[in-house]
């Protein structure tokens, strides 16, 4: 089984920064893209930033210049950091990643279960 583990979420005051973290856990051969997604209260959900195995990080716009997407490919781990940070950022961030499952050969995205974020203005 594959599955995704998210942390660094919590309570920061409008202009604060927080860094979340998601690992891909179990069966994996490969890790394709990752990416970061974030849902508020009665909207839908919409992507934040994403970053291929290599090539261009694509971001949302009301999020350019203020969060930064990376990884770190030995740890299987994608990260997201987040500076200047708004009431309007509140929401809960998911992570995904497209996966090559080692055990069943075959390849699909996997999503983490989401960590919330409360930005107080």
């Known amino acids: 089984q594959v599955q995704l583990v998210e942390s660094g979420g919590g309570f920061v005051q409008a202009g604060g920064s927080l860094r979340l973290s998601c690992t891909a856990l179990?069966?994996?051969?490969?890790?394709?893209?990752m990416g970061w997604y974030r849902q508020a209260p009665g909207k839908q959900r919409e992507l934040v930033a994403t970053?291929?195995?290599?090539?261009?990080?694509i971001y949302a716009d009301s999020v350019k210049g203020r969060f930064t997407v990376s990884r770190d490919n030995a740890k299987n781990t994608v990260y997201l950091q987040m500076n200047s940070l708004k009431p309007e950022d509140t929401a809960v961030y998911y992570c995904n990643a497209d996966i090559l499952n080692k055990a069943t050969i075959s390849r699909r995205v996997y999503w983490g279960k989401g960590t919330q974020v409360t930005v107080s203005s």
């Open positions: 179990g069966s994996i051969f490969s890790i394709h893209a």
């Open positions: 970053i291929p195995t290599g090539g261009s990080t």
